[in-house]
């Protein structure tokens, strides 16, 4: 009878219909995400060896590559540390205005992408507002130039870093900052030996929120980039003008180009953040 009612623990599940529950997520998953991209594969090797190497090797593409995968990361690196000081003064302090700033936060969520590149364009041209201000005092140009491409993709993914970090600054108590101070640790030392070890997950997790949404944006950027061949043209924008030529075994090429190396990106960062991970599960 023991034995028995150890084997039927064994295999007790938490939720009912199990079997049932896991196909229909293995099936939901199929059908929205693994088939599609298998098509995109499929599709895309139509052209052949040759045919691929030349629909993705153009310099037109090869520039856009650059631009729209180097603009991501390095947009994505920017918001992971200003996210973290947002995040960390609307946790850590009270200030007027503290409710409308966490608000505003949440903007690039709700305003449809379009719109946010039509008021980005109208702020940083040459006639605009900012725009003026700093091509008058620094001679920098910040529309229709990669710069542009780059203020864009901030905007959009600083959410995804405050977002993420800002629960996990609310979980940790201050009493393990109080226990660093009292035994002598500077407040760098107590940021960089206490607190950043809690946080490295999560900021990894914004990083590649924020990096996955920047590689893919197009509403946002397409107004403020100009478009110039060669210089500030993105990656979706070829993509598109392919399927408007209709050349879409072209434009899935291109495509299999950006989910390969987003994929392998973003397999790099769940790696650190699993190594993160686990070194702080060892942590005494």
């Not at 590689?215 to 003008?241: D, H, K, M, Q």
Request: charged fraction near 10%; avoid cysteine; aromatic fraction near 12%.
């Amino acid at each position: 009878m023991a034995l028995f009612s150890r084997a039927a623990r064994g295999t007790h599940r938490v939720l009912p219909g199990y079997r049932l529950t896991l196909g229909y997520t293995l099936f939901y998953l199929s059908l929205i995400v693994l088939i599609p991209l298998a098509g995109l594969f499929l599709r895309a090797f139509e052209l052949g060896q040759a045919g691929f190497w030349e629909a993705i090797s153009q310099p037109r593409l090869v520039a856009s590559y650059k631009l729209s995968f180097g603009t991501s990361l390095l947009a994505a690196l920017i918001n992971t540390v200003f996210g973290l000081l947002l995040a960390w003064a609307l946790v850590r302090y009270s200030f007027p205005g503290r409710r409308i700033v966490d608000a505003l936060v949440d903007l690039p969520f709700a305003l449809p992408t379009a719109v946010a590149g039509i008021a980005l364009t109208a702020l940083y041209a040459n006639n605009g507002w900012l725009g003026s201000i700093i091509e008058g005092v620094f001679g920098i140009k910040v529309a229709f130039t990669p710069l542009g491409v780059l203020v864009a993709l901030i905007f959009i993914g600083l959410p995804f870093v405050v977002r993420t970090v800002q629960p996990v600054l609310e979980d940790i108590e201050t009493e393990l900052e109080e226990a660093a101070a009292s035994l002598g640790a500077s407040r760098w030392r107590t940021f960089r030996y206490v607190l950043l070890p809690l946080l490295t997950p999560a900021l990894l997790t914004g990083f590649a929120l924020a990096f996955a949404r920047a590689v893919g944006e197009y509403g946002s950027v397409i107004f403020i980039a100009g478009n110039i061949p060669l210089v500030s043209e993105i990656t979706p924008l070829l993509i598109i003008t392919r399927l408007e030529q209709y050349d879409y075994a072209g434009a899935t090429a291109i495509g299999v180009v950006m989910l390969v190396f987003s994929f392998v990106m973003l397999l790099l960062i769940n790696f650190l953040q699993s190594l993160s991970t686990r070194r702080l599960g060892r942590a005494p």
